[in-house]
């Protein structure tokens, strides 16, 4: 199979970054981290990569007087490395035409919510204050919209009685680590098909995942 090379964009902690370099060291992805960009110059994540002997770049989007100039340097590096998919992970700048254009249909982001509920920030503070029974994160192809691409994966997750935004947060994250790989796992099998907002996934057991999941549980 083949390796997709990988460019991963990060702001944060880069836990989700983790778990797909874990994946990948474990033999489950098909791809290589060719390089880790964060757009945040003390970003955690950064020191993952340094940990996994991977190519790290700042690039601060304070520094670039437009979205375009900040973008125009994202894909200078993204092609220097030869990056064929982009991962947002936990990367929290709006993608412009620029990058979009350079990558079409070629950027996956994750969203810790079931979208299209809750795009955007505060997420889980506001999952936890309208009351919804079931949050959940979204693996998505990006668009020129917020958090509004072609969904590929989705996982529920049941929002308990005593849920903080915290707590809720970190029981999401944990399915955040699940999903994120399997979707660049079927995008180096070439098994992900984009028909307008749909995307279809070729060899899927008809009769696998049928199930329902509703919370809370209903009496037996
Ligand atoms: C994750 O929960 C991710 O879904 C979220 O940021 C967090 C990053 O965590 N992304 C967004 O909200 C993007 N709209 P990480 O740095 O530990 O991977």
Wanted: glycine share 10%; with cysteine.
């Amino acid at each position: 199979m083949r390796i997709v090379p990988l460019g991963v964009l990060i702001s944060g902690g880069g836990s989700n970054l983790q778990a797909i370099i874990d994946q990948i060291e474990a033999g489950r992805l098909s791809a290589a981290v060719r390089v880790v960009i964060s757009n945040v110059p003390d970003a955690g994540g950064l020191k993952r990569a340094e940990r996994h002997g991977l190519a790290r770049q700042v690039v601060d989007h304070r520094l670039f007087p437009s979205r375009q100039d900040f973008e125009a340097e994202l894909v200078r590096i993204l092609n220097e490395h030869g990056v064929e998919l982009v991962i947002l992970a936990g990367f929290m700048r709006l993608v412009g035409p620029s990058l979009l254009s350079a990558f079409p249909n070629r950027i996956m982001n994750i969203h810790p919510a079931l979208l299209p509920s809750f795009p955007g920030v505060h997420v889980w503070q506001n999952e936890v204050d309208h009351g919804v029974k079931l949050a959940g994160c979204t693996v998505h192809f990006v668009d020129q919209g917020t958090d509004s691409g072609p969904i590929i994966i989705q996982a529920a997750v049941p929002v308990l009685d005593d849920d903080d935004a915290d707590g809720l947060a970190a029981r999401i994250l944990a399915q955040e680590h699940r999903i994120f790989s399997k979707a660049i796992q079927l995008y180096a099998e070439d098994r992900l098909e984009v028909t307008g907002r749909r995307v279809h996934i070729r060899g899927v057991d008809p009769n696998a995942g049928r199930g329902v999941l509703i919370h809370p549980p209903l009496e037996a």
